[in-house]
């Protein structure tokens, strides 16, 4: 009976163990997999910087934007694709347009087609969930263009990550 007891108790280590080490093996093969994920990952990949073809901004300005339109707010303005085209369009009564963008090279060639609306136009460079909790949670816009970038929220930084969390409560 005592070695039937022995036997069963280093039956049941020996288990504990295998699978501590199909957990170990799962968390290497993770790894890995993130790994090889962010050696293929360009600047671009990680931020969402992929811009809207301008087919499909004329069709979401003609769509969204109207005669009554007074201000537009473009929360990841990129280099200002949907700007373009509100002011290649027929809404000359806007009044305010703000865009906001992360990357400062792409904020600067916003800057340049938000200045033909003249001064109630903004470029920001920063975040857009750390601008909207300090800045513009209260603030109401008649439209709200743009096409946001897909990035896992994995990619945030841990500010990133908790001023989104605040913005959408």
């Known amino acids: ?7 069963k108790t280093k039956r049941k ?5 295998i699978n501590e080490l199909y957990d170990i093996q799962s968390l290497i093969k993770y790894a890995d997999w993130i790994m090889k994920l962010q050696k293929t990952m ?4 990680l931020r969402g910087g992929y811009y809207t073809p301008k087919i499909i ?20 303005c990129g280099d200002g694709g949907f700007f373009e085209t509100v002011f290649d369009g027929e809404y000359k009564k806007i009044k305010e347009v703000v865009g906001i963008e992360l990357n400062p090279e792409e904020a600067k060639k916003a800057e340049k087609i938000v200045s033909k609306f003249g001064k109630n136009s903004t470029i920001v ?3 857009f969930f750390k601008y909207y909790v300090t800045t513009l949670e209260k603030k109401k816009f008649d439209v709200i263009l743009g ?7 994995q990619y945030f930084d841990e500010e990133q990550q908790n001023a989104a969390q605040q913005a959408m409560l």
Request: proline residues 7%; negative net charge.
């Open 1 to 7: 009976q005592g070695i039937l007891d022995e036997i």
């Open 13 to 17: 280590t020996l288990e504990n163990t």
């Open 42 to 45: 360009t600047d671009q990949k």
């Open 57 to 76: 901004r004329d069709f979401l300005v003609n769509w969204a934007v109207d005669s009554t339109t007074k201000s537009i707010l473009e929360p990841s």
């Open 125 to 127: 460079n920063d975040d």
């Open 147 to 153: 096409n946001p970038p897909f990035i896992r929220y």
